[in-house]
């Protein structure tokens, strides 16, 4: 039994779309028993949703960008909780320029000395809800301190701008990588072989984690160093799923 995990462009989908060819044979690999699949891209969760259900595929999704999955036909959010986003709001109060939220249904925008009260009077309040990221544009000089608080509560983040005076993060509940879902898998199906395919530099860690390590014929060397297989062909002539087609065939 396998279990299967695939980014989304460039590895399965090229930009023809996904051939008849490829579409059997992934349903084909499916409908052994006890084999699993899943996407994990940085495409948004609609892009993958609108994909799965146009080819009608069974199979997870994990968007890494909006920090939504799809598993076991359950969609699932990884959110922050709103106590949080208040906690860091009122410790910072001082020190945040603009900070902006989104939620499943509303997004939150906060902002010190009421620089948004144009926009939203006092008579409107903002409901707070519980949020899939938090950007906040902070001092400068605050950044080491928010980046501890956001490890003191076992948050996530990036960095996505900087300038001489405020320094732009990315607060998220937690890194859903695929070196993650990879580990999620492994210790749900243990018995199962770990597949993993790439084209990128960044999965490294990711491709580390399975059982058997494809990297496509365009990877850099730092991926095919340490893959065991490299496809004959690229991702514009379906690569990955010829692979696959000799795994069905084991």
Known sequence: MYT????????????????????????KFLSIEGN??????????????SYICEYDLNIDLYSVSSLTFYENKILKHNLIDKDIIVHINNKFKDDIYTA???GIESSFIHSYQNRLELIYPKRREMHLSNLSYYIIAIKKEKKDELIAEINNLDLSYDFLGIDSNRCLI???KYALTKKDIALKYKKESPNNILIGFSDSYTDINFLNVCNVKVAMKNAKWELTSLADYITEYDEFNDGAIKILNNICKM
């Open 100 to 102: 902006y939220g989104e």
């Open 170 to 172: 990315r607060i998220k």
């Open 4 to 27: 299967l995990i695939y980014d989304f462009e460039g590895t399965f989908k090229n930009p023809n779309g996904i051939s008849k060819e490829a579409l059997e044979i992934l349903k």
């Open 36 to 49: 699993k699949a899943l996407i994990a891209s940085d495409a948004t969760f609609e892009e993958l949703n």
